[in-house]
T-cell receptor, first 111, second 114 residues
Framework: AQSVTQLDSHVSVSEGTPVLLRCNYSSSYSPSLFWYVQHPNKGLQLLLKYTSAATLVKGINGFEAEFKKSETSFHLTKPSAHMSDAAEYFCVVSVRDKLIFGTGTLLAVQP | KAGVTQTPRYLIKTRGQQVTLSCSPISGHRSVSWYQQTPGQGLQFLFEYFSETQRNKGNFPGRFSGRQFSNSRSEMNVSTLELGDSALYLC?????????????FGPGTRLTVT
């Protein structure tokens, strides 16, 4: 069965420091993977997607993720956190035209 | 291009009542999916409609139903509301043909059942 596991429920960083949000996936074939972000009281916004092209995927707002098949990981990174990055982040796998969401990682950015 | 719109944005209902939520997809998108988001269960897939037909269904009771119209707009209905139905209901649309099946989400309808 396809699934994603977000390894941290909360991550706290200081503004200007790197961000790492970890995601492992389980899939019996090459998956489509996504990262979505949800700001408080807002809907979900797509940050980036992996679809078996380049393994390093660049997204919006300076975020990127690397697909590592050997580690079944799809971690989200950003070199320098900004206060506006504080939000909840979801790692998602697409399974037969429906999305399976991870449990989310709440990112706090300290001034 | 306008995004996905959902109405109403907020709703308060009483146990036992029924509710209908509406979703208008992005122009040209023919697939509409519905998700329920709660603090305890996270984001869960309800169902997906494409060309007025339900293509996929999650593990929710029959009290949850939906439909899609010829203009791709979709409605979701919940009958005999329970306290546990309080949640943020998100609608997402997508263009079939994108191999990644990228979905675009609306702002959600916050349903409170008292």
């Amino acid at each position: 069965a396809q699934s994603v596991t977000q390894l941290d429920s909360h991550v706290s960083v200081s503004e200007g420091t790197p961000v790492l949000l970890r995601c492992n996936y389980s899939s019996s074939y090459s998956p489509s993977l996504f990262w979505y972000v949800q700001h408080p009281n807002k809907g979900l916004q797509l940050l980036l997607k992996y679809t078996s092209a380049a393994t390093l995927v660049k997204g919006i707002n300076g975020f990127e993720a690397e697909f590592k098949k050997s580690e079944t990981s799809f971690h989200l990174t950003k070199p320098s956190a900004h206060m506006s990055d504080a939000a909840e982040y979801f790692c998602v796998v697409s399974v037969r035209d429906k999305l399976i969401f991870g449990t989310g990682t709440l990112l706090a950015v300290q001034p | 291009k306008a995004g996905v719109t959902q109405t109403p944005r907020y709703l308060i209902k009483t146990r036992g009542q029924q509710v209908t939520l509406s979703c208008s997809p992005i122009s040209g998108h023919r697939s509409v999916s519905w998700y329920q988001q709660t603090p305890g269960q996270g984001l869960q897939f309800l169902f997906e409609y494409f060309s007025e037909t339900q293509r996929n269904k999650g593990n929710f009771p029959g009290r949850f139903s939906g439909r899609q119209f010829s203009n791709s707009r979709s409605e979701m209905n919940v009958s005999t509301l329970e306290l546990g139905d309080s949640a943020l209901y998100l609608c997402a649309s997508s263009w079939i043909g994108d191999e990644s099946y990228e979905q675009y989400f609306g702002p959600g309808t916050r349903l409170t059942v008292t």
